[in-house]
Antibody, heavy 118, light 108 residues
């Protein structure tokens, strides 16, 4: 059974770059025709899809974040990562990684809280 | 972006009640719609995909219907474990994928 686990710094200063990693266990990140996604949720609010990557390296980004966003994959470590530059308080949220096979999300990590504050 | 609007935003119900949540899309999305359940402090859990297909392991009291721009999630007999927030998500367009604002099901 595949499991996903997010990891990150917890706190980032404004204008810096946020970096998060999702580690996939219980199966190879390269097996199956999956895409690997990032989704975030500000406290008390709804869900926002950030972007996704296939192990071929193909990425799709939310246009609202595209100019600040990089998603990458490291198949040797069974991980994929998110980098979001020039962060502000509006980027404070719980960040989830999730798997999709057919564009809906069938497997999620537990989430990691990222706070942007000086 | 395709806008997804859920109603109501909050719903008060009792155990055993039949509950219906509505999700409307700003344009036709065929049946490219999923439903998720989220409990406080937890990640969302997939319930329904392709508007009406039940995810493996999800109780049969959950059902989904609709196509085009209007969709419903129905819980046939509300159980204590069902008090949670429910989200719809369209995947007709991945530029970007979008979610509804959520419906919180509370104990009456």
């Amino acid at each position: 059974q595949v499991q996903l686990q997010e990891s990150g710094p917890g706190l980032v200063k404004p204008s810096q770059t946020l970096s998060l990693t999702c580690t996939v266990s219980g199966g190879s990140i390269s097996s199956g025709n999956y895409h690997w996604n990032w989704i975030r949720q500000p406290a008390g609010k709804g869900l926002e899809w950030i972007g996704r990557i296939h192990t071929s390296g193909t990425t799709t980004y939310n246009p609202s974040l595209k100019s600040r966003l990089t998603i990458s994959v490291d198949t040797s470590k069974n991980q994929f990562s998110l980098k979001l530059s020039s962060v502000t308080a509006a980027d404070t949220a719980v960040y989830y990684c999730a798997r999709d096979y057919a564009w809906y999300f069938d497997c999620w990590g537990q989430g990691t809280l990222l706070t942007v504050s000086s | 972006d395709i806008q997804m609007t859920q109603s109501p935003s909050t719903l008060s119900a009792s155990v055993g009640d039949r509950v219906t949540i509505t999700c409307r899309a700003s344009q036709s999305i065929s049946t490219w719609l999923a439903w998720y359940q989220q409990k406080p402090g937890k990640a969302p859990k997939l319930l329904i995909y392709k508007a009406s297909s039940l995810e493996s392991g999800v109780p049969s009291r959950f059902s989904g219907s609709g196509s085009g721009t209007e969709f419903t999630l129905t819980i046939s007999s509300l159980q204590p474990d069902d008090f949670a927030t429910y989200y719809c998500q369209q995947y007709y367009s991945f530029s970007p994928f979008t979610f509804g604002g959520g419906t919180k099901v509370e104990i009456k």
